[in-house]
């Protein structure tokens, strides 16, 4: 069964960078697209942005050059980094895998606050 | 593309049908996936391509509609039910969710 597992700190300073790693097991990052996705109660469930296992993304314009994904097959983990954080960006993290664009496996979520 | 769910919110009893409604700002063919939320947990993958229902889903669920409306109906509302649902377009990147309906005990 694939399990998906995120982690980072929770708490994040106004202008700093937010750095996630979503650890995989129970299956290979191979030949996958994996995601980021984040809800918040003003803004809902946003998708920020998908990689394949090969490295290539796609981001969500409305985040802009702010963020960056990439993933380590080794590890079975890839990661997400948002910089220039504000309070808006305060939300719960998932991470999750795409199949054929539906996010059928997600991890269990990931508060985080930017506050100072 | 704006995804827009009706209503926000509903109470219902257990055994009730319920149908819950998306609309896309413009035609996804039947690019739709329907999800599932219980507090303090992650979203559930329920139905997808419009009307394909993931595996160990109930057999309650069931989706339907192409280009800009769609459904997701529950024949007989069950305790597990009550949640929020969520669509999702994945038409064109970005994909994107609906607002999300709260389904909840009457």
């Known amino acids: 069964q694939v399990q998906l597992q995120e982690s980072g700190p929770g708490l994040v300073k106004p202008s700093e960078t937010l750095s996630l790693t979503c650890t995989v097991s129970?299956?290979?990052?191979?030949?996958?697209?994996w995601s980021w996705i984040r809800q918040s109660p003003g803004r809902g469930l946003e998708w920020i942005g998908s990689?394949?296992?090969?490295?290539?993304?796609n981001y969500n314009p409305s985040l802009g050059s702010r963020v960056t994904m990439s993933v380590e097959t080794s590890k079975n983990q890839f990661s997400l980094n948002l910089r220039s954080v504000t309070a808006a960006d305060t939300a719960v993290y998932y991470c999750?895998?795409?199949?054929?664009?539906?996010?059928?496996?997600w991890g269990q979520g990931a508060p985080v606050t930017v506050s100072s | 593309i704006q995804m827009t769910q009706s209503p926000s919110s509903l109470s219902a009893s257990v055994g009730d049908r319920v149908t819950i409604t998306c609309r896309a700002s413009?035609?996804?063919?039947?690019?739709l996936n329907w999800f599932q939320q219980k507090p303090g947990k992650a979203p559930k993958l329920l139905i997808y391509?419009?009307?394909s229902l993931q595996a160990g889903v109930p057999s309650r669920f069931s989706g339907g509609g192409s280009g800009t409306y769609f459904t997701l109906t529950i024949s007989s509302l069950q305790p597990e039910d009550f949640a929020t649902y969520f669509c999702?377009?994945?038409?064109?990147?970005?994909?994107?969710f609906g607002q999300g309906t709260k389904v909840e005990i009457k």
């Open positions: 999750a895998r795409s199949d054929s664009g539906s996010s059928g496996y």
């Open positions: 391509s419009a009307s």
């Open positions: 413009q035609t996804i063919s039947t690019h």
């Open positions: 990689i394949y296992y090969s490295g290539d993304t």
């Open positions: 999702q377009q994945i038409y064109s990147s970005p994909p994107t």
């Open positions: 129970g299956g290979s990052i191979s030949n996958f697209y």
